[in-house]
Every structure is written in C-alpha cells, then in structure tokens.
C-alpha cells in the first residue's frame, strides 16, 4: 500500500506504518527490549497497536517511537520485504 510515495506496511488490526521511518524490527521477549518498551512509555514514545493481545514485535522508528505488534517478528519482516519487492 502505497500514501503519496511512501510505502505502507500493516501492523495489524488496521494500523500502518511509513517503511522508510522504520529501523527495526525486534523480539520484544530480551531484558533489553523490555527495559526499552518502559523507557518509551515512561517518555511518551510507545505506540500500542496490539488491541489488547500479547506483543510480538516491536518496531522501532527513526523518530525514535516504539511500536509493539501483536504480529510475530517473522511475518513482520517478511512484510517489509515484500513492501521492498513490489
């Protein structure tokens, strides 16, 4: 999916994100990532789009936003590359 140029990858549950603002896509299952998902919250930079379902990725953006998915870290990947092959 496509805004004006920037290619959009579904996060789930009707929620996109520009690829081009994403950095990585990570397990949110390590003691790092943890403590980066209360750093985010505690800043105001946690984006939650997994309605209430257990996260299983985190995305994290240049602006330095975290994003937890409820989709798994795999399927993320895959979805960004195929947004990179079309």
Same mark, same amino acid.
């Given at each position: ?22 950095? !990585? &896509?990570?397990?949110? @299952? *390590? ?12 800043? #105001? ?11 299983? !990725? &985190?995305?994290?953006? @240049? *602006? ?12 993320? #990947? ?9």
């Amino acid at each position: 999916m496509t805004m004006q140029g920037n290619k959009l990858v579904n996060l789930g549950f009707g929620n996109f994100v520009v690829a081009s603002r994403v950095v !990585s &896509i990570v397990d949110p @299952d *390590s003691s790092p990532m943890r403590r980066l998902r209360e750093d985010a919250r505690d800043q #105001g930079r946690l984006i939650d789009v997994t309605q209430g379902r257990k996260t299983r !990725s &985190i995305i994290i953006t @240049d *602006s330095n936003h975290v994003i937890l998915s409820a989709i798994q870290t795999e399927t993320m #990947g895959q979805r960004f590359t195929q947004e990179d092959e079309d």
